[in-house]
């Protein structure tokens, strides 16, 4: 089989994982994005939105999970990582990626309105950025959660 079709395989996978983090972000009525942390085909850690139930800004899905696996690997740095995450990171966390130093990032859903691509690329130089995993499954489930919160 070839590489590029099981990594693919293999990023479906793990977003899949992800989405059901971001399942349980709606079911508790946070914005349902969730997030995990892969290492060596082996999850690390994992997290989902948590910013009304810990009255916290920052408890971002990809917050809990990168903080998760540095505890996980005992380093402040994840070269060879990958985040898989519902949404594309916003500015906060792409920050905290590029500090990171992660090696891959994957996200489902394009964020048009405070995704990080808006401003370039602020991820580490060597960080891979894969866009549009489940994207339409990721872009159902916030557009859904955002017409229950107007009505």
Known sequence: ????????????????????????????????VGAIVVANEKLISKGYNQTEKLQDVTAHAEMIALTSAFNHLGSKYLQGCTLYVTLEPCVMCAGALAWSQISRVVFGAKDE????SRWGNLLHPKTEIIGGIMEQECSELLKKFFAELRN
């Open 113 to 116: 309105h405070r995704g990080f």
């Open 1 to 32: 089989m070839n590489l590029k079709i099981q990594q693919k395989e293999s990023d479906f996978f793990w977003m899949q994982v992800a989405y059901n983090l971001a399942l349980i972000a709606y079911e508790e009525k946070e914005i349902p």
